[in-house]
């Protein structure tokens, strides 16, 4: 029992000294650490953002025409829109919508993508692989904000359909990414063995090959919430996401175009905060990447 | 050459029928009559029912699929709902323009991308290289629409220096319509006046399109000039004296057209992607603001139609670039030749 307690204890200090590497090869770029930090204050003002913004009640169909287009203040400090509400507290809840969605959607679309790319990867060679790819091709066969504006259309166009729209056209890219990756680990030694020893085909895929996938993966999503929350905003921008009153930062960007230049502040405000998520989920990705470089070779 | 040009047609073809399916599945998996929508409340009961069998919406999916499929394989894409003409005939009027801006935008992001990946290649280190990585990082992670705001903003609306939104301000004649391209018909007609404007016109929104291709081909170039100058052939042509502007263009920018040609593929499916934004901003009256607006209607047949006309153009881009990229690239085309 003693031995075994030390053997857990051993796992244990070599995955910290693992993840102490990591965060030095991260932490090596100033920049990397820069991103986190805005990324941790995002998502904090994001999670309780009806408890800390200035006018909470003004993310949702408030008007006070009294203080309609007032320019940024200590009051206001990205202003007011044109129905009188409070930019930076629409801002503030506009990253919630953000965030969600691109929760939401990687939920939705990383475990069908990782599946499928799983299935395809350790079948390759017969049908099943074919019919699989092909599949993932199809969807591929159109840009995926294309195919994602077009799917949210003919549903009703509302948060909820924008985000499954979105997944609709993301998860191909996972199961190319995942497919890739198991053809090359199928045909490794540790791989092989355990088929002879009779390891049943579900431990060989999840506990076996998809862990040497994380790496890559884990930047991929980091990366990609940037993308899909980019995509979200885009959608709402349209037209084709939250709808009004909902405070989606796409929204907002195209409500207070129709304002300029005299209001610039109700649409320069929500887009400089679509730049800087994006901008900060990039520079962890990056990070991400750096942290588990030398962790493939 | 021939053999892997088929066999990628082939491939396309299949796909394409794939995606038929898919787009046509959803759109009439999605709650709502089509022939009522067509007709509008007013129709009766009676004038509904005989559209629906006219448009086969009574008969099984398949069957309804077989139909679609050979109208659509004989040009006819339907009727939209938008501008009560037929689809075929609204993307005769919408693609040119569309066309005329990717073109632009590809011109000015190839021209300006070079430019600066060599310039920051070059001069590796220096002030320059590091303000280029900065904005070219910073180019990618900006959406195209914020690019495209931004631009309106302070060019057109604060400093005035160049003009708001459309193709052609309100009070100039159109040229006679030959191709569709403004900047061609206005030259053939021989109005240069137009032909200036015209191009003004075009200059922001093939901005805000280039913005985030030109961070990517400048990249790309730079890392490429950075990998071919510390091989030995290089130093070679240094050694022996031949100014630095032939080593540059002859010798070291050869290589990264074959990484560039790659790229501009990929980036293909992005350009026509962020063009549905650009023109949305700049109320350019093209394809994909004809698209956003069929969208925004929920106009089922145009939809379809957009989606299949951008997986075709998507699919035949894709095949031009791989075969350009054997011609220019002799290990590729051995390779595919073996395999």
Same mark, same amino acid.
């Given at each position: 029992?003693?031995?075994?307690?030390?053997?857990?204890?051993?796992?244990?200090?070599?995955?910290?000294?693992?993840?102490?590497?990591?965060?030095?090869?991260?932490?090596?770029?100033?920049?990397?650490?820069?991103?986190?930090?805005?990324? #941790?204050?995002?998502?904090?003002?994001?999670?309780?953002?009806?408890?800390?913004?200035p006018?909470?009640?003004?993310?949702?169909?408030?008007?006070?025409?009294?203080?309609?287009?007032?320019?940024?203040?200590?009051?206001?400090?990205?202003?007011?829109?044109?129905?009188?509400?409070?930019?930076?507290?629409?801002?503030?809840?506009?990253?919630?919508?953000? #965030?969600?969605?691109?929760?939401?959607?990687?939920?939705?679309?990383?475990?069908?993508?990782?599946?499928?790319?799983?299935i395809?990867?350790?079948?390759?060679?017969?049908?099943?692989?074919?019919?699989?790819?092909?599949?993932?091709?199809?969807?591929?066969?159109?840009p995926?904000?294309?195919?994602?504006?077009?799917?949210?259309?003919?549903?009703?166009?509302?948060?909820f359909?924008?985000?499954?729209?979105?997944?609709?056209?993301?998860?191909?890219?996972?199961?190319?990414l995942?497919?890739?990756?198991?053809?090359?680990?199928?045909?490794?030694?540790?791989?092989?063995?355990?088929?002879?020893?009779?390891?049943?085909?579900?431990?060989?895929?999840?506990?076996?090959?998809?862990?040497?996938?994380?790496?890559?993966? #884990?930047?991929?999503?980091?990366?990609?919430?940037?993308?899909?929350?980019?995509?979200?905003?885009?959608?709402?921008?349209?037209?084709?996401?939250?709808?009004?009153?909902?405070?989606? #930062?796409?929204?907002?960007?195209?409500?207070?175009?129709?304002?300029?230049?005299?209001?610039?502040?109700?649409?320069?405000?929500?887009?400089?905060?679509?730049?800087?998520?994006?901008?900060?989920?990039n520079?962890?990705?990056?990070?991400?990447?750096?942290?588990?470089?030398?962790?493939?070779? | 050459m021939?053999?892997?040009i088929?066999?990628?047609?082939?491939?396309?073809?299949?796909?394409?029928?794939?995606?038929?399916?898919?787009?046509?599945?959803?759109?009439?998996?999605?709650?709502?009559?089509?022939?009522?929508?067509?007709?509008?409340?007013?129709?009766?009961?009676?004038?509904?029912?005989?559209?629906?069998?006219?448009? =086969?919406?009574?008969?099984?999916?398949?069957?309804?699929?077989?139909?679609?499929l050979?109208?659509?394989?004989?040009?006819?894409?339907?009727?939209?709902?938008?501008?009560?003409?037929?689809?075929t005939?609204?993307?005769?009027?919408?693609?040119?323009?569309?066309?005329?801006?990717?073109?632009?935008?590809?011109?000015?992001?190839?021209?300006v991308?070079?430019?600066?990946g060599?310039?920051?290649?070059?001069?590796?280190?220096?002030?320059?290289?590091?303000?280029?990585?900065?904005?070219?990082?910073?180019?990618?992670?900006?959406?195209?629409?914020?690019?495209?705001?931004?631009?309106?903003?302070?060019?057109?609306?604060?400093?005035?220096?160049?003009?708001?939104?459309?193709?052609?301000?309100?009070?100039?004649?159109?040229?006679?319509?030959?191709?569709?391209?403004?900047?061609?018909?206005?030259?053939?007609?021989?109005?240069?006046?137009?032909?200036?404007?015209?191009?003004?016109?075009?200059?922001?929104?093939?901005?805000?399109?280039?913005?985030?291709?030109?961070?990517?081909?400048?990249?790309?170039?730079?890392?490429?000039?950075?990998?071919?100058?510390?091989?030995?052939?290089?130093?070679?042509?240094?050694? =022996?004296?031949?100014?630095?502007?032939?080593?540059?263009?002859?010798?070291?920018?050869?290589?990264?057209?074959?990484?560039?040609?790659?790229?501009?593929?990929?980036?293909?499916?992005f350009l026509?992607?962020?063009?549905?934004?650009?023109?949305?901003?700049?109320?350019?009256?093209?394809?994909?603001?004809?698209?956003?607006?069929a969208?925004?209607?929920?106009?089922?047949?145009?939809?379809?139609?957009?989606?299949?006309?951008?997986?075709?153009?998507?699919?035949?881009?894709?095949?031009?670039?791989?075969?350009?990229?054997?011609?220019?690239?002799?290990?590729?085309?051995?390779?595919?030749?073996?395999?």
């Open positions: 029992m003693n031995s075994r307690a030390e053997a857990t204890l051993a796992v244990w200090q070599v995955r910290w000294k693992g993840l102490s590497r990591g965060w030095y090869r991260y932490s090596r770029n100033p920049l990397h650490v820069v991103g986190l930090v805005v990324l #941790l204050l995002i998502g904090l003002a994001a999670g309780l953002a009806p408890y800390i913004t006018y909470p009640e003004h993310a949702g169909p408030y008007t006070n025409f009294r203080e309609a287009g007032l320019p940024p203040s200590k009051a206001h400090w990205f202003g007011t829109d044109r129905v009188g509400r409070d930019v930076f507290t629409r801002v503030i809840f506009g990253y919630r919508f953000s #965030l969600l969605l691109g929760i939401v959607v990687l939920a939705i679309s990383v475990p069908v993508g990782v599946l499928v790319g799983l395809a990867g350790y079948k390759s060679g017969t049908w099943i692989e074919t019919v699989l790819m092909r599949v993932t091709d199809i969807f591929l066969s159109v995926p904000l294309v195919l994602a504006m077009a799917v949210a259309a003919m549903l009703t166009p509302n948060l359909n924008a985000m499954l729209a979105i997944s609709i056209s993301w998860w191909p890219w996972y199961s190319r995942i497919y890739g990756m198991t053809v090359s680990l199928r045909e490794q030694y540790f791989v092989r063995e355990l088929e002879l020893t009779g390891a049943s085909k579900t431990h060989i895929l999840l506990r076996e090959i998809l862990p040497n996938c994380l790496g890559p993966l #884990l930047t991929k999503l980091t990366l990609d919430m940037g993308f899909a929350i980019l995509m979200g905003a885009t959608l709402s921008f349209v037209g084709l996401g939250a709808q009004p009153p909902t405070p989606g #930062l796409g929204t907002m960007v195209a409500e207070g175009a129709k304002r300029l230049p005299a209001e610039w502040w109700s649409t320069i405000f929500p887009a400089l905060a679509i730049v800087g998520v994006i901008l900060a989920f520079l962890v990705g990056d990070g991400l990447r750096d942290a588990f470089a030398e962790e493939e070779v | 021939v053999v892997y088929v066999k990628r047609l082939l491939q396309s073809i299949l796909v394409l029928l794939g995606l038929s399916l898919l787009i046509f599945f959803i759109a009439r998996v999605v709650p709502g009559d089509p022939a009522r929508a067509a007709l509008g409340n007013l129709a009766t009961e009676e004038q509904v029912e005989r559209l629906r069998a006219e448009m =086969h919406l009574d008969k099984p999916f398949f069957v309804q699929y077989y139909y679609w050979v109208s659509v394989l004989h040009g006819d894409l339907g009727r939209s709902l938008y501008t009560q003409r037929p689809v005939e609204d993307l005769m009027q919408f693609l040119p323009a569309t066309v005329e801006l990717m073109l632009f935008a590809t011109l000015i992001s190839l021209v991308g070079q430019t600066m060599v310039l920051s290649g070059y001069f590796r280190n220096s002030w320059f290289d590091g303000m280029f990585r900065v904005v070219s990082y910073v180019g990618v992670a900006t959406p195209p629409f914020v690019i495209a705001i931004f631009l309106l903003f302070v060019f057109s609306q604060l400093l005035g220096l160049a003009p708001g939104v459309g193709r052609l301000p309100l009070t100039m004649m159109e040229p006679t319509r030959i191709t569709g391209f403004l900047v061609l018909d206005s030259l053939i007609a021989g109005r240069l006046d137009v032909t200036l404007v015209a191009i003004k016109h075009l200059l922001l929104p093939a901005f805000s399109l280039a913005i985030a291709h030109i961070a990517q081909e400048g990249r790309i170039t730079r890392s490429s000039l950075i990998d071919v100058q510390q091989k030995d052939y290089i130093l070679a042509h240094q050694v =022996h004296g031949i100014r630095p502007a032939k080593v540059i263009f002859k010798y070291l920018l050869k290589p990264s057209i074959v990484p560039t040609v790659t790229v501009m593929g990929m980036d293909f499916a026509l992607s962020n063009a549905f934004l650009v023109e949305v901003v700049f109320m350019w009256p093209g394809f994909s603001r004809y698209a956003v607006n969208m925004l209607s929920k106009d089922l047949n145009a939809i379809v139609a957009v989606v299949l006309v951008i997986g075709l153009t998507v699919a035949l881009v894709n095949l031009l670039v791989d075969v350009t990229i054997a011609f220019l690239d002799p290990t590729v085309r051995i390779r595919r030749r073996g395999g």
